[in-house]
Every structure is written in C-alpha cells, then in structure tokens.
C-alpha cells in the first residue's frame, strides 16, 4: 500500500477535473450538482487517508467513487435520469480517459469568451438548454418559438462557437491572447 498526503492526491486528481465533472454532467444532467459530485468525491477520497496502491489505483477508484455519487444523488433526489448501461458506462470511462486533455483550460477559456461574444438572446438559448438541462422543445416553449427555429439557432450557435474557438486557439499558437 502507497500512503499519499493531500497535496499529492489533488496534483494526480486536478487533471483529470474536466473530465471527470464531463462524465458527473453526463449522468446528472445538471452542472451544480456535477459539481456537488466532484466535490463529494474529493472529500471521500481525501478521507480515505492516502492508502492507495499507486496513483492509477487512486484514479480508478476516484472514477468509480464519482459514478456511484452520482448514482446515489439521482436515487436521493428522484430525478427522472434514464441510467446508462454499466457497458455503456465503461466506454465513456475509457474515451475520456484516453484523451488529451492538455489544451482543455484553454478550449474552456476560449469558450467562456465566445459565449460572452454572443447575442443577448443566443446565450439565454445556450443557458436554458445546457445549464438548466432544458430540452429543444422546453426551450422553444420558453421563447414563444417553434421547436425548428430554436434547433436551427442551436446549431448556428455551435457552428459559431466552434470557429470562434478555433480563432481563438489559432491566435494562441501565434503568441496573441485569447481575449
């Protein structure tokens, strides 16, 4: 058994955050409580006092201990989520864990300022449907529009997004900021 102090634990546990809150988002549907989950696992992590294997023993049993709140929030809670097959599961597991992640803080960045360079109205549509976990139908309902004209803005929203971001990141790997 490998004995890790606090600091050590969260410098092999922090790279992995983006992806993990990913796979919290994707069970829960709801960002605060994706955050609530991450949060829940650290602390349980951070009380088992260290005794971990190696560190990929600390990540996989983190990995799990995420998924199995999550679970218990939506058994607490009620909430009406439809359960991914443990198969299922375990592909997410695996994609996420294989993929580079060493420009996520600076896709994320680039993303928070191309939000905030979108129209009033689009980033309300963006905040219905991804923040509040609203589907096409509750957020047309919502604007007083039809399901095919908030599907349409969707995707022009994500188009625009995406060469926003890909501007933004082309301009870093020129020596600009991101802003």
Same mark, same amino acid.
């Not at 058994?1 to 969260?10: A, G, K, Q, R």
């Not at 599961?89 to 420009?103: H, K």
């Given at each position: #058994?490998?004995? #890790?102090?606090? @600091?050590?634990i969260l410098s092999i546990l922090m790279p992995e ?16 409580? @994706? ?24 990540? !996989? ?10 679970? %218990? ?23 996420? %864990?294989?993929?580079?992640? @060493? ?9 928070? !300022? ?13 905040? #219905? ?33 995406? %060469? ?8 870093? %790997?020129k020596g600009a900021s991101i802003s």
């Amino acid at each position: #058994m490998y004995c #890790m102090d606090h @600091s050590e634990i969260l410098s092999i546990l922090m790279p992995e955050r983006t992806k993990q809150i990913a796979l919290a988002w994707s069970i829960l549907r709801q960002s605060h409580l @994706s955050e609530d989950a991450y949060q829940d696992m650290l602390a349980k992590v951070l009380a088992k006092d260290g005794n971990f294997e190696g560190p990929q023993h600390l990540r !996989d049993w983190s990995w799990k201990v995420l998924r199995n709140r999550c679970y %218990e929030l939506i058994r607490r809670r009620k909430y009406q989520v439809t359960l991914l097959d443990e198969s299922i599961l375990n592909l997410v597991d695996a994609e996420l %864990e294989c993929r580079d992640t @060493s420009d996520v803080v600076l896709r994320a960045d680039a993303l928070n !300022d191309c939000l905030e360079g979108l129209s009033e109205k689009a980033r309300e549509t963006i905040k #219905m449907r991804y923040f509040e976990g609203l589907r096409g139908k509750q957020v047309a309902e919502k604007l007083g529009r039809k399901p095919e004209a908030v599907y349409k803005a969707l995707q022009r929203i994500y188009v625009t997004l995406a %060469e926003c971001i890909e501007r933004k990141l082309a301009a870093l %790997e020129k020596g600009a900021s991101i802003s």
